[in-house]
């Protein structure tokens, strides 16, 4: 035989196909057939061999009308006036007794797809939808849908269209689903096919004959349908039980993704429903397929957003596997940090200390950054790990480490004399890491652009995330590290072969710092880098920063450290460990769809790379906040009375709460810890300042109140947290129990439906305080009145405890007037809306007061 890509091979092909000799012998003829598609497969060019195949199609032979078809529909488009050849052909099978070749010709017909063949195309689907067989029912069905795709702007018959509908009602539950796709693809622009309660519950009961796929389509149809009534929803929440905990992993997702489209006013039903497709989801994280169980994993972290500890006795199904690729193992790790508590913290830390060793390096940095997000609420145990892990003394590792201790001292301060003893040394390991990337670099040793390349980029990545975050830590803990100096002096004289910006400027704010702690050391070397910096640096960035740290000297050390160092946490408060608690349906849309595929479950905080303080906001754009953020006006809403706490009034406020308009609170869009201390240091700024200061248009409000319930200090993070998280109030940072003073950070949104003149959407930031000087007053009172009770009797003594305990709960002002103990509401609202904000006074109260009264 020929060369098989020549011309040759289709001149020899086509005499073969028109040898009488051939063509009188079927099996001669079939067996040249199948070689005239097996060289159209193999990339050949055979059009000019259209018409020989046309005339073969005119055959009984049911396994050569198959194969001719194929060759026709690939090569139709490039023919359009041979392909009328073969519709007289067509339409003759459309009515052969045998149903598959009926099916056979309905389904090449419309594969085709030639805008001038249509005419002679559209009788034969008609009558096909009527056929007694099933098989050229569902080839007819789709077929009206491949011709509405080839002439989209041209409009369907009304017959069809009602056709189709009473088709959904076959017997056959392969042509009902197949109606409802072609229904969806014809009624495209008018919003795809009509689900009424007929339809509805015909469907529901039609679903078990379905396969797996016709499952799923019947169900994510049926999503746009509403039930009328409360028992209505039952009943069909009720067929739809059973697929719930189905095998099949697509028709759970389905079936979840329904039940929590129309149970989206009850949230008890939806949280159930979570609750009974744990198991399957379970099952899917150990399926074979690969895709299963990412998207498995994916899909359980959207779960475990609403229900935080749904799986936390299954958290050894996380546990990565060793021949799982790195994107699963990275997802598997969230899930983990998700899923610890006090019994399994130990057990999940020694897992991940062990991915940290791993030979990719991105899932040793991924493990490295879980074990920094637990370190929020477990910090000793975490530090412990990472301390230990400096020891290894591998660039990545090293790198990762260093940027997870940066990322946990800016949210937990506490943990800054352990990261400060850890650091001593580090700083070596990544000055002789970048000293090899510049000799490899200077010497050429990496040239390939293969798998080396990428490795030595990939360890210069990670060096310069890892030497940006040492410097931040030397310049803001500069006084506890004793080699600070030294080690910036290094890097200065090497600033002129520094190819990095981010490194320059890094240099520049860690050296300013590190000046004003210890100027004796540094006064020399800071010297040297603000006038190279203004002198000879040519990026504009680098010596404006140099120019303003310059002058900034010049207005003196104050001005200077006021400028730089500015306010720091409160080292006793905490963050909450992860996620809060969300309600189902901020993510009942995305729920079996491919966004959670593409979404990181893990906010981008610890992952900014860069400063802290430098992590610009990047408002939602589908919410309001953009408008929310700004500061340029505040208004510091008063009391009648002179003092500037005042107690409230819980019922005032519910009388005036329910004469204005309807109030509702969100979480979304949610505010990292980052942005929520800078807009309260923003607005608190604005509101010292200004003081009581009166301005007619104002965009902020800012109110102080006093509510008796002392004992809600006594209450448990967690009890406070989930009491808020109930009327959809965020609580962010907190102290812990008994720790004076007392501070809660919490923030919301608030929405008013029918105001007419106050905006629609509103944030609101607050804090909860208590000093405890009254305590304080008392203990001193209560010491000095032991110091003198030594010869009372025991009458005496028992008297004395209950004046103290009355003591405990009262405090004096300087007027002599007692008053209870009260926990200061600091509340500021931006945009401006009184109403709203005392409504939402109303609903804080309310919350405190049934958490005190629970704890007497």
């Known amino acids: ?218 169900l994510r149809v049926l999503q746009r349908y509403r039930p009328q009534s409360e028992d209505e929803l039952f009943d069909i929440l009720s067929l739809l039980d059973s697929f719930l905990v189905s095998p099949h992993p697509p028709v759970m997702a389905a079936t979840l993704s329904l039940f929590l489209s129309v149970s989206s006013n009850l949230p008890a039903i939806s949280l159930a429903a979570l609750e009974r497709v744990s198991g399957p989801l379970l099952a899917a994280c150990g399926s074979g397929s690969r895709e299963m169980r990412f998207a498995a994993v994916c899909h359980i972290q959207l779960l475990l957003r609403s229900v935080p500890g749904l799986l936390g006795t299954h958290y050894k199904r996380f546990f990565c596997g060793y021949a799982e690729p790195a994107y699963i193992k990275e997802r598997k790790m969230q899930v983990l940090v998700e899923l610890v508590n006090d019994e399994n913290v130990a057990m999940i830390l020694d897992e991940l200390k062990g991915y940290c060793t791993d030979v990719n390096t991105d899932t040793a940095q991924a493990a490295i950054s879980a074990i920094g997000r637990i370190g929020r609420s477990y910090s000793d145990r975490c530090l412990q790990i990472l301390t230990g892990l400096l020891g290894l003394k591998q660039d990545h590792i090293t790198s990762a480490v260093v940027q997870t201790m940066r990322d946990l001292v800016w949210v937990c301060p506490q943990c800054s004399d352990t990261v400060c003893l850890a650091l001593e040394g580090c700083e070596e390991t990544l000055q002789d890491i970048q000293d090899f990337l510049n000799e490899s670099t200077i010497n050429g040793s990496v040239k390939s652009p293969d798998a080396s390349l990428r490795s030595y980029v990939w360890s210069d990545l990670l060096h310069f995330y890892g030497r940006q975050a040492l410097l931040w830590l030397l310049g803001v803990y500069g006084e506890r590290i004793s080699s600070a100096p030294y080690t910036l002096e290094v890097l200065i004289d090497r600033v002129r072969s520094e190819a990095s910006l981010g490194i320059k400027m890094e240099l520049l704010t860690a050296t300013m710092r590190l000046f004003l702690c210890r100027p004796a050391e540094t006064q020399d070397m800071l010297g040297r880098l603000l006038h190279y910096c203004i002198e000879e640096e040519t990026d504009m960035c680098v010596r404006d920063q140099a120019l303003l740290y310059y002058r900034l000297l010049h207005c003196g050390i104050e001005k200077t450290r006021e400028v730089l160092q500015g306010r720091r946490s409160d080292p006793s408060l905490g963050v909450l460990i992860g996620r809060p608690a969300k309600p189902v349906s901020q993510w009942a849309r995305c729920f079996n769809t491919l966004e959670p595929l593409s979404q990181g479950a893990v906010e981008a905080e610890s992952n900014s790379r860069g400063s802290p303080e430098h992590v610009t906001y990047s408002p939602k754009p589908n919410a309001d906040l953009s408008d929310t953020l700004s500061c340029s006006h505040i208004e510091e809403v008063h009391s009648e009375s002179d003092n500037a706490m005042r107690c409230s009034d819980s019922s005032t406020n ?136 030594g010869a009372e009797g025991k009458e005496d003594q028992l008297v004395r405890k209950e004046m103290d305990a009355t003591a405990d709960r009262l405090r004096v002002s300087e007027d002599g007037q007692e008053e209870e103990e009260g926990i200061k509401v600091i509340l500021n609202q931006q945009p401006k809306d009184d109403d709203a904000l005392r409504q939402f006074l109303t609903i804080l109260i309310t919350v405190l007061n049934t958490l005190s009264s629970k704890k007497d």
């Open 1 to 218: 035989m020929p060369y098989l890509g020549g011309e040759e091979t289709v001149r020899e092909l086509r005499r073969a196909l028109s040898n009488p000799n051939v063509q009188s012998d079927p099996l001669r003829y079939r067996n040249t057939i199948l070689k005239v598609i097996r060289t159209m497969s193999q990339g050949v060019d055979v059009s000019g061999l259209f018409s020989e195949m046309v005339k073969a199609c005119a055959t009984v032979d049911v396994v050569q009308k198959k194969l001719v078809y194929v060759f026709l529909c690939s090569y139709a488009t490039l023919n359009p006036e041979l392909s009328l050849l073969v519709i007289n052909t067509l339409r003759k099978d459309c009515q052969d007794p045998n149903p598959m070749v009926r099916s056979l010709a309905l389904r090449n017909m419309t594969n085709l797809r030639l805008p001038s063949l249509v005419e002679y195309v559209e009788q034969p689907l008609t009558a096909g939808l009527r056929d007694r067989a099933a098989c050229v029912r569902r080839v007819a069905v789709l077929g009206w849908a491949k011709l509405h795709n080839l002439q989209p702007s041209s409009e369907i018959d009304a017959a069809v269209v009602n056709e189709l509908y009473s088709l959904l009602r076959d017997p056959d539950p392969v042509v009902m689903v197949n109606c409802l796709r072609a229904l969806e693809e014809i009624l495209k622009e008018e919003g795809g096919v009509t689900i009424n309660k007929p339809i509805t519950h015909h469907l529901l009961n039609r679903l078990k004959e379905c396969d797996i796929w016709g499952q799923c389509e019947v």
């Open 654 to 789: 519910v009388l005036a709460s329910s004469i204005a308009a309807p109030l509702s609170l969100s979480l979304s869009p949610a505010v990292s810890p980052e942005d929520f201390e800078h807009l309260w240091l923003q607005r608190q700024d604005l509101h010292t300042e200004r003081g009581a200061e009166k301005i007619e248009e104002v965009d902020c409000a800012w109110i102080e109140e006093c509510v008796r319930c002392p004992a809600v200090l006594h209450c448990s993070p967690q009890s406070l947290q989930a009491a808020m998280q109930l009327v959809n109030i965020q609580t962010l940072a907190f102290t812990p129990q008994h720790m004076l003073p007392w501070r809660v950070y919490l923030y919301t949104h608030t929405q008013r439906s029918h105001s007419m003149d106050a905006p629609n959407t509103t944030l609101i930031l607050g804090e909860l305080l208590c000093t405890g000087e009254a305590n304080q007053k008392a203990g001193v009172k209560k010491s000095t009145a032991d110091s003198g009770a």
